[in-house]
Structures are given as structure tokens and as C-alpha cells.
């Protein structure tokens, strides 16, 4: 019996080189922001809110994995173990 699904194993990745440079065409040179914009940025900013764009400690502090994780795991920390 023949089988139609791939045989198990690695999956090959086909190198495709970039196209040279020259055949690229340039990107535009982006606007500035309007001025009520930066005006909003400032405001914003003043006040101490999040600003798109900019590092958030906040976030990085509420998105990340809650610390007792790694005991509900069962993996060992060595750090921790003292080994």
C-alpha cells in the first residue's frame, strides 16, 4: 500500500538569495507627525502613559511568566538548587 503523507523527518529549507541591491527601489522618506499628534505625544508622555512605539516597564512586568511558575513545572532551576 502506498502511503500520501510525507515520511517523517527534518523539513529542507530552500535557500532563496536576496535580489541585489540596485533591483531594490528606495523607500520613501516618511512624513512628520502632524503637529496635534506631537502635541497628543507630549500630553501623553507628560502624564506618564504608555506611547506607541516607546519601552513599557509596566507591560514587560505584567506579560511576563509569573515567577512561581518553574516550581509548578517540575523542572529543576539549578540557580536556585544550589547545584
Do not use: C, K, N
Not at 6 to 16: H, M, S
Not at 33 to 61: C, K, Q
Not at 63 to 71: F, Q, S
Amino acid at each position: 500500500m502506498t502511503t500520501t503523507h510525507p515520511a517523517t523527518g527534518r523539513r529542507r529549507r530552500v535557500f532563496v538569495p536576496p535580489p541585489p541591491a540596485e533591483s531594490v527601489p528606495p523607500v520613501p522618506p516618511q512624513p512628520a507627525d502632524p503637529p496635534i499628534y506631537r502635541d497628543l505625544m507630549r500630553t501623553w508622555a507628560d502624564r506618564g502613559r504608555t506611547l506607541p512605539g516607546r519601552h513599557d516597564p509596566e507591560w514587560v512586568r505584567l506579560a511576563a511568566p509569573p515567577a512561581g511558575l518553574a516550581r509548578l513545572s517540575g523542572s529543576r532551576d539549578p540557580l536556585r538548587d544550589g547545584r
